[in-house]
């Protein structure tokens, strides 16, 4: 079956460290994106990649780090300069660019909690 | 905000009823796009509307498209329980990222 693999569903850490979560696909889209989502509110886009070794900010993208060494990962750092990091943080994939405005595949999330 | 708005934030209804729900947005869109989330899941994508297209139905679902009011809707049908989730519209701009909006918590009791 086809689809995105977020892990883990849930992690805990201390405030002060940073912690990758990890997101991988097996459809061969060619773009990916990470979405912030908090109680009660819409998804928030913090940064995506169109193509292997390139990404872009998105709207909320400080206190943020990706990277696009395969197509088929697009790990998210979230860092200790992320001043309220716990959230529900989904990632999601498309067959092409961002531009196309194309329907979304998502992941089931992971659910970060800072403490 | 470059979002615009969903309304009703949440609705509550019984199995059988229709379900509407509604998405304002604010700036040129070249697509207008719904989705499902079941709670502490992912979202689903339900359905796509072009914004030279009025008028799309999947099953149950019918979505209307009013570029002149800057407006679209979400018909479900017939609701089941099952129907119970947060929906939201996605706009997709012409700078090429989607906006989504805040979402609709549907609630459909048995």
């Known amino acids: 079956d086809g689809g995105i693999t977020q892990s883990p569903k849930y992690l805990f850490r201390k405030e002060g460290q940073n912690v990758t979560l990890s997101c991988e696909q097996n459809?061969?889209?060619?773009?990916m994106y990470w979405y912030r989502q908090d109680p009660g509110q819409g998804l928030r886009l913090i940064y995506y990649?169109?193509?292997?070794?390139?990404?872009q900010k998105g709207d909320i993208a400080e206190g943020y780090s990706v990277s696009r060494e395969k197509k088929e990962s697009f790990p998210l750092t979230v860092t200790s300069a992320q001043k309220n990091p716990t959230a529900f943080y989904l990632c999601?994939?498309?067959?092409?660019?961002?531009?196309?405005?194309?329907?979304?595949?998502f992941g089931n999330g992971t659910r970060l909690t800072v403490t | 905000s470059q979002q615009g708005e969903e309304d009703p934030q949440a609705l509550s209804i019984q199995e059988g009823e229709n379900a509407t729900m509604n998405c304002s947005y604010k700036?040129?869109?070249?697509?207008l796009q719904w989705y499902r989330q079941n709670s502490g899941r992912g979202l689903v994508h339900l359905i796509l509307?072009?914004?030279?297209?009025r008028e799309k139905h999947s099953g149950r679902l019918r979505v209307t498209l009013d570029t002149s009011k800057k407006s679209s809707s979400l018909l479900i049908t017939a609701s089941r329980a099952a129907d119970t989730a947060s929906y939201f519209c996605?706009?997709?701009?012409?700078?090429?990222?989607?906006?989504f909006g805040q979402g609709t918590e549907l609630s459909v009791k048995p």
């Open positions: 999601a994939s498309s067959p092409g660019g961002a531009s196309y405005n194309l329907p979304l595949h």
């Open positions: 459809l061969n889209h060619d773009a």
């Open positions: 990649s169109q193509i292997v070794n390139d990404f």
């Open positions: 700036t040129s869109i070249n697509n």
């Open positions: 509307i072009r914004s030279n297209e």
């Open positions: 996605a706009k997709g701009n012409q700078g090429g990222k989607l906006i």
